[in-house]
Structure formats: structure tokens, C-alpha cells
């Protein structure tokens, strides 16, 4: 086993925040690393940007190429209640008239690239099919890595700083023991894409759709991809969607329970009409989680590997390079006042914290059957541009709790949840 101590900062895991660190590092003249696993690019959900992603981009040095790409242009997010009725499309732009109220709908696989092509162009060091074993500690201090590439061969890395990008397995948090499942949000997930089917016009034609089934004890996705794909994926509570839905030998049909559930959706089905599955039925579940630090002595956890929200607002990727970009800041600082302390590497996380508190608050009132927002805007028509400012993900510019107030008088919400 090969033993190297020549990186500033390790990060393990190719996807937008660890991309996103990476870039922002790299450009200040550390030297960086970065370990992605999959040697080509892979398929994930989470393909659909909120307009606040532009201040990142815009430091990244992406927004031209975001501009000159195939990807959709998203200008709004529409819902559909139960009976199958459409709301009016909320429109980034009643609250944004800059550029930035307009932005993408992503293919994964193709935007990642994007995103580990331009860190490497801004001077870090990008390995893939590399995995990491585990992370190194002296103590509580982080110290390297062990890595293991295609062949088997194993390498000890060791850096200054060691940043967590690993999505949803989350390698420090589970060495540390530090994830909880959010205990109201134990939700499941089955997806795939489609190939044709109906869009609309204009410039609705990019919009994310968000449609009830009948009852209400589930929901789907619908975002428009390239290559006239849609990605269509169904949201219920894990024993409702999966755990009560197996056969007496205790099998699981994905499939057959994503065609009941989607039968149960009449402007989807419409929507499909003549179109074409491309992929079987993915999974995922308990994907509403959060640790209880995002840093330590010379570690940092960024997107997923610190936590997940609910799907419904399409804010996995904003808070994935929000909190690359933000762990950045503090990172590049602590190399300049050369402390590595939890405190220092750790200072952006009571802000990142507050924002995700504003799309959980709303998370809960989507999940509240009584609750309805075409309801509690004809209540309080003067909260509609706090409820777009928060789907377009405004959270850290502008204050938005003022319609949690209003909204805790329709539907229970949940109480404030911090680092520990």
C-alpha cells in the first residue's frame, strides 16, 4: 500500500458539491484532490435546478456554459391537487425580474461532467474510479484516506483537510455515527424516464410538475429532460409505498406498484400517453435525514453526505452547491488563518442549517393532507411571493420566515432542528 501526504484538500466524491468545492479551492492555488468511484458518468434523480443556483454558477464560471447547453429552461413549478386541477404555474420571475429567474432542467449524467470538466480546468486534480475506504482519523483529527482504484490496488492519501461529498452514503457520518432519519419524513421513492409524451407550451414547457394522486397518499414528479426524455418518479411514505405492497414471499414489484400508483394520477397518465419507458423502476428510501455536525478537526460534510430533504422542491442539487460553495469559503479561510478547528471548518453551518429550516417547514405543510397552498394564498394572498421566493431558493438572500406564522395556523409544522 502506496502512502502519499502532498494534497491540501482530499475530496471523496465527484458530484456538484464536491465538484464545487474542488473548483473554488483549486482556483485559490491549494493543491486539490478529488476521488469519484464511477469511471463514467452515472444515472441519478435529482435533474432539476432552482433558480438560485445562479450565484454559484456564477462563481464557478458555469453560467455560459449552462446558457450554450441543450438543457431545458425552467421558468416555474406547478401543482396539481387530488381531483387532477392544475394551479396557477408559480413563476420564478413575479418575485426575480434578473436572469437568474430562469434556469435548467439537468441530465445528470451530462451535467456532472460538466461540473468535474470545470474543476479540472480551474487546476484540481480529479482521479476517477477511485473509491475511498475510509477516511483516516489521529484522535478526532482527520488525517487521509484509504483508496481503493478498479484493480484492487490500495493507496494511503493524506491531506489537510478532508471534505465528505459521498451522497447518501455518507462515509463520515456512518465511520462517526452521526445521521438521523427525519422521524416524520420516512419516505420511499421509485423512478425512471420516459421517452415522448405531452409538454406543454411556451414556457411552461420546462416546468417541474408536482401532481397528487387521488387520496393523496402519494405524489409524482415530472420534469422535462433533452432528448425529449422526462424523468417520472412516485413519493409516499415508505410503509404505504413499499413495505405494505410485498407478496407473501415478501418480494417487491417496483413496477407493478409505480403503474397502480400512476393510475391513480389521471394528468399524468395523459401526459404519458404513447410514451415510453426507458429504464426499469429505481428505488431509494429514508431519504429525509441530517447529521448531527458538518465538520470536525480537519473534515467537512458537504450535499448529501451532511443531509437530504424531501424531493418535492427540487432542492437536493441548490443545497449541494451551496454548501460546497460555503464549505469552500471556509476552507480556503482556514488555510489562510491556518486553523483547521470543527469551529472554523464548521462557522457556515448554523446559516446552512437555517436555510434548510425553510424548505423543511414547507416540506411538512406539502406532506399535511388538509393543508393546501391555493388555500393559504386566497387566506394570505400576501405571503405568495415569500412562498416563490422560497421555491427559487432565496433562502439565504431574503428573510422568509415571516409566513410561517400564517402558515402554522393551517397545518402543523415542525419545531427548529440544529447542529448539535
Not at 261 to 287: H, N, S, V, W, Y
Not at 368 to 377: D, G, I
Request: overall charge negative.
Amino acid at each position: 500500500m502506496n502512502t502519499h501526504h502532498n494534497y491540501d484538500t482530499i475530496i471523496i466524491g465527484g458530484g456538484p458539491a464536491g465538484s464545487t468545492v474542488a473548483t473554488l479551492v483549486a482556483e485559490q492555488g491549494y493543491r486539490v484532490l478529488l476521488l469519484e468511484r464511477a469511471t463514467i458518468p452515472q444515472f441519478k434523480i435529482g435533474e432539476s435546478l432552482i433558480p438560485a443556483t445562479y450565484w454559484t454558477f456564477k462563481r464557478l464560471g458555469m453560467l455560459e456554459k449552462l446558457r450554450t447547453s441543450h438543457f431545458p429552461q425552467k421558468y416555474s413549478v406547478q401543482f396539481y391537487s387530488r381531483t387532477g386541477k392544475g394551479s396557477t404555474p408559480f413563476y420564478f420571475f413575479q418575485t426575480n425580474p434578473h436572469e437568474s429567474a430562469v434556469t435548467w432542467q439537468v441530465l445528470r449524467s451530462e451535467f456532472d461532467e460538466m461540473l468535474l470538466d470545470n474543476a479540472t480546468e480551474k487546476g484540481a486534480e480529479v482521479r476517477r474510479g477511485v473509491g475511498v475506504r475510509e477516511v483516516l482519523f489521529e484522535g478526532d483529527t482527520a488525517t487521509g484516506v484509504v483508496t481503493q482504484n478498479t484493480n484492487g490496488t490500495r493507496e494511503t492519501l493524506h491531506a489537510t483537510v478532508i471534505v465528505d461529498s459521498t451522497g447518501q452514503r455518507s462515509l463520515i457520518g456512518r465511520q462517526l455515527n452521526l445521521n438521523t432519519i427525519e422521524p416524520n419524513l420516512k419516505m420511499a421513492s421509485l423512478f425512471t424516464h420516459y421517452e415522448g409524451g405531452h409538454r406543454d407550451e411556451g414556457i411552461d414547457e420546462g416546468a417541474t410538475l408536482i401532481l397528487h394522486t387521488e387520496e393523496k397518499d402519494s405524489w409524482f414528479w415530472s420534469i422535462p429532460l433533452p432528448y425529449n426524455r422526462t424523468s417520472i418518479g412516485v413519493v409516499g411514505e415508505l410503509d404505504y409505498l413499499l413495505q405494505n405492497r410485498r407478496d407473501a414471499d415478501g418480494r417487491l414489484d417496483t413496477q407493478k406498484i409505480f403503474n397502480e400508483e400512476l393510475e391513480k394520477c389521471m394528468p399524468l397518465q395523459q401526459r404519458l400517453e404513447g410514451a415510453k419507458q426507458l429504464l426499469p423502476i429505481q428505488t431509494t428510501k429514508d431519504f429525509s435525514y441530517r447529521a448531527s455536525r458538518i465538520a470536525g478537526n480537519n473534515w467537512v460534510l458537504v450535499g448529501d453526505a451532511f443531509g437530504f430533504l424531501d424531493p418535492v422542491y427540487s432542492t437536493g442539487l441548490f443545497l449541494a452547491l451551496k454548501s460546497g460553495e460555503m464549505a469552500a469559503d471556509v476552507i480556503i479561510e482556514a488555510f489562510r488563518k491556518d486553523d483547521f478547528s470543527e469551529a472554523q471548518l464548521g462557522s457556515f453551518g448554523p446559516a446552512f442549517v437555517d436555510g434548510m429550516e425553510a424548505f423543511r417547514k414547507l416540506v411538512y405543510a406539502f406532506y399535511t393532507k388538509e393543508f393546501s397552498f391555493a388555500r393559504f394564498l386566497s387566506e394570505y394572498p400576501e405571503h405568495q411571493g415569500g412562498i416563490v421566493d422560497i421555491l427559487s431558493g432565496d433562502v439565504f438572500r431574503k428573510d422568509v420566515t415571516h409566513i410561517f406564522p400564517a402558515m402554522a395556523k393551517m397545518c402543523p409544522l415542525p419545531p427548529e432542528m440544529s447542529l448539535g
